[in-house]
């Protein structure tokens, strides 16, 4: 593993893949009810709180010329972009919906969010991490001139409020599922880690140590990644951040964003990323049109996944999306 990678790999060996549905038993259909229990909880609660909280609820995006390029994020591993052509143009399924919520909220939103499903092919082996999906949605969230901070203290009154209502209101599933005892809700403000640090006291596999050891959810920042995350040419940091669930791994991956068209070309040129796929973004951010933003991402079928305790995150899905099988539905 790269000294650079974010945390995502941890979990190795799982072996027993999801069923689809319609071969399931009808225990296994108990169970697969519960965790959609806590999936609609969730989803219920995490988006009604940034309604309340002001954010506009956008619906997502599939095909763009423009999407995510995951790279250079050491963490990505897909083995296809998934390009077709429609009307005579090439467009890609979405991988993010990064380039999007940026230009959305310079130019109209500045509270904004949405659940995008992202399609990344991983590779096959990724199949037992038990954490990756090759279909997955992320909660993606975006607020003009917000800090790294602000976000951050965002992120964690939510997971607080989502584990105290989960707990207060889904006590039955929980117990079900093994979690109620031992799903602790968690204290904050979180403890924030810088990666530097992180790589001089674990070396090279600092990732699985410190998912491993963590006992409560926890920031990792500083993170070297893609373009958009903002990094301070003079100093060498980044000003971004993976939230780590404990025993789990990475679940949020966010940022304060580049807006400043020279440095995003320059970071374009260092990383070999093709501009061509781009143009939207950098016209917009040449003309000063791109303002400054903050914000994340949050892996939904991986956060009820440590939720619920399952195995692989294909059991939180009703229609299993796993590295390397490709069932009917
Ligand atoms: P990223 O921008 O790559 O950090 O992705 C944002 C979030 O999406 C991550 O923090 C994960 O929670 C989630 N995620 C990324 N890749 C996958 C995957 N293959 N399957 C399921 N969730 C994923
Ligand atoms: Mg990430």
């Given at each position: 593993?790269?000294?650079?990678?974010?945390?995502?790999?941890?979990?190795?060996?799982?072996?027993?893949?999801?069923?689809?549905?319609?071969?399931?038993?009808?225990?296994?259909?108990?169970?697969?009810?519960?965790?959609?229990?806590?999936?609609?909880?969730?989803?219920?609660?995490?988006?009604?709180?940034?309604?309340?909280?002001?954010?506009?609820?956008?619906?997502?995006?599939?095909?763009s010329k423009s999407t995510d390029p995951l790279w250079p994020d050491p963490g990505a591993s897909v083995e296809k972009r998934v390009e077709v052509e429609i009307y005579g143009e090439t467009v890609r399924t979405t991988l993010s919906m990064i380039v999007h919520k940026v230009v959305a909220c310079s130019l109209a939103y500045p509270k904004l969010f949405t659940l995008s499903p992202n399609i990344r092919i991983e590779r096959k082996e990724r199949a037992h991490t038990g954490i990756h999906a090759y279909e997955f949605t992320q909660l993606d969230f975006e607020v003009r001139d917000a800090t790294s901070k602000q976000i951050r203290t965002l992120v964690e009154k939510l997971l607080y409020g989502l584990i105290k209502n989960l707990k207060r209101n889904l006590k039955d599933?929980?117990?079900?599922?093994?979690?109620?005892?031992?799903?602790?809700?968690?204290?904050?403000?979180?403890?924030?880690?810088?990666?530097?640090?992180?790589?001089?006291?674990?070396?090279?596999k600092w990732e699985t140590r410190v998912v491993l050891e963590a006992k409560e959810p926890l920031w990792i920042i500083n993170i070297p990644r893609e373009f958009y995350d903002f990094e301070d040419f003079d100093s060498g940091k980044w000003?971004?951040?993976?939230?780590?669930?404990?025993?789990?791994?990475?679940?949020?991956?966010?940022?304060?964003?580049?807006?400043?068209?020279?440095?995003?070309?320059?970071?374009?040129?260092?990383?070999?990323v093709n501009k061509e796929n781009f143009k939207a973004l950098l016209t917009l951010a040449k003309?000063?049109?791109?303002?400054?933003?903050?914000?994340?991402?949050?892996?939904?079928?991986?956060l009820v996944s440590w939720i619920t305790g399952v195995k692989h995150i294909g059991e939180t899905q009703p229609f299993p999306k796993i590295p390397g099988k490709v069932y009917e539905l």
């Open positions: 593993m790269s000294a650079q990678k974010s945390v995502q790999i941890v979990r190795r060996g799982v072996s027993e893949m999801p069923k689809p549905l319609e071969q399931l038993s009808e225990e296994e259909i108990i169970k697969k009810k519960c965790i959609s229990r806590v999936m609609t909880h969730t989803l219920s609660y995490l988006t009604s709180e940034l309604v309340k909280h002001g954010f506009e609820w956008l619906l997502p995006v599939i095909f599933e929980l117990t079900f599922l093994g979690r109620y005892e031992n799903l602790n809700v968690p204290s904050k403000p979180f403890k924030v880690y810088d990666r530097t640090d992180l790589e001089h006291k674990y070396g090279k000003d971004n951040y993976d939230l780590i669930l404990p025993k789990y791994g990475e679940v949020l991956s966010g940022s304060r964003r580049e807006w400043n068209y020279r440095k995003i070309v320059k970071k374009m040129d260092r990383d070999g003309k000063g049109r791109i303002k400054p933003s903050a914000g994340a991402g949050i892996g939904i079928e991986r």
